[in-house]
């Protein structure tokens, strides 16, 4: 459980706290008064989640320094632990790297087929791969050296593959990580790091650089999140409690791969995605539909399809009709509305 998903109960159990504290939050609670399920609730409330804890009985400015500084330890010691956890993972995986094929094959328990003719390979010096490291950076080259050996076939060889696999653990687990924590804010990078061959090992170790960097920091990754979702810098500030100067950095250092939706394939995408959900899913998504997907969607639909436009707010029937067309959706749904609409307006 992560420190945001604490309730205050709970968070006060854990830490060393003043009895004024103590009493003041848990006896509103008692009462059904307290403003917050967790601690994330109350660090998205910004300033305002100050104000209203400050209105609490026998709750004063000391009190709600001291809670600020137990959080942000508590934080801080949350981040640590991620990257003690991901720092053994890397060990794991570097250690699996280390061994040798013989090695590898007694921890995996491989077929007779798959061990006689690696070791014969070894012997006979084709195999000249001292380690399953070096063997994963030979990519394709080494795939097919192995194919060459006696007695090792296809079969064989995918069985090689799914041990290092196993063993290293799984490729895309980072990405799904951090695709579940963070859903379409890291698209186009996770994208393109689950499609980049092994035999790119210099992009799939970037890539995988700075998926570990905004999964090893929490705090970073929230500012890409409301950076997505067209937060202000402002705003991001006020909610996380940094400077705005701070926010910026960090937006800035992460631009590049923050999700860009004012482009034809994310929203082309998204549509997609929204009319499987439908009924008809033939028919563009309603405007509530898209609204909720994303808020500035219908934006990005405008700037995209109808730059001639020039409106905000949700998406008019006859905007609609052409996007429906443009997308290649059912135009006599929206032919419909656009015509009820027309009446509307004539009457």
């Known amino acids: 459980m992560t420190v945001r998903s604490l309730s205050f109960h709970d968070f006060l159990e854990l830490n060393q706290t003043s009895t004024r504290l103590n009493n003041s939050i848990n006896s509103c609670i008692n009462e059904g008064n307290f403003p917050f399920q967790t601690i994330g609730d109350y660090l998205d409330a910004g300033e305002s989640g100050a104000g209203q804890l400050m209105r609490i009985q026998n709750f004063g400015k000391k009190t709600l320094e001291e809670l600020d500084h137990l959080i942000s330890v508590a934080l801080d010691a949350s981040e640590a632990n991620a990257q003690v956890t991901n720092a053994q993972d890397e060990c794991e995986s570097a250690s699996v790297r280390a061994l040798n094929f013989l090695e590898l094959l007694d921890r995996c328990h491989a077929s007779v087929r798959l061990r006689n003719g690696i ?127 701070r926010v910026r950095q960090i937006a800035k250092k992460y631009d590049s791969i923050i999700t860009n939706i004012y482009t034809q394939a994310w929203t082309k995408k998204a549509i997609t995605h929204l009319q499987s959900l439908q009924d008809a899913p033939n028919k563009l998504p309603s405007n509530d539909a898209i609204s909720d997907y994303h808020r500035n969607f219908p934006a990005a639909l405008r700037q995209v399809y109808l730059p001639e436009s020039g409106r905000h707010g949700p998406l008019l029937s006859q905007e609609r009709y052409q996007l429906a067309e443009k997308l290649g959706a059912d135009t006599e749904a929206e032919l419909k509305e656009l015509r009820h609409w027309t009446l509307e307006r004539l009457l």
């Not at 079969?155 to 695709?179: M, T």
Request: charged content about 30%.
């Open 119 to 245: 070791t014969k390979g070894i012997s006979d010096g084709l195999f000249p791969y001292g380690s399953v490291g070096e063997y994963i950076d030979g990519g394709k080259k080494a795939a097919a050296l192995l194919l060459s050996l006696p007695n090792i076939g296809k079969g064989a060889a995918k069985e090689l593959q799914d041990f290092i696999e196993n063993a290293i653990g799984k490729r895309h687990e980072l990405a799904d990580r951090l695709e579940s924590a963070y859903p379409m804010v890291f698209d186009d990078l996770l994208e393109t790091y689950r499609l980049t061959p092994d035999t790119e090992p210099l992009t799939f170790h970037s890539i995988e650089k700075q998926i570990q960097q905004l999964l090893d920091s929490p705090r970073d990754a929230e500012v890409c999140l409301r950076r997505f979702h067209g937060d202000t810098l402002e705003s991001i500030a006020m909610n996380i409690r940094v400077t705005r100067e």
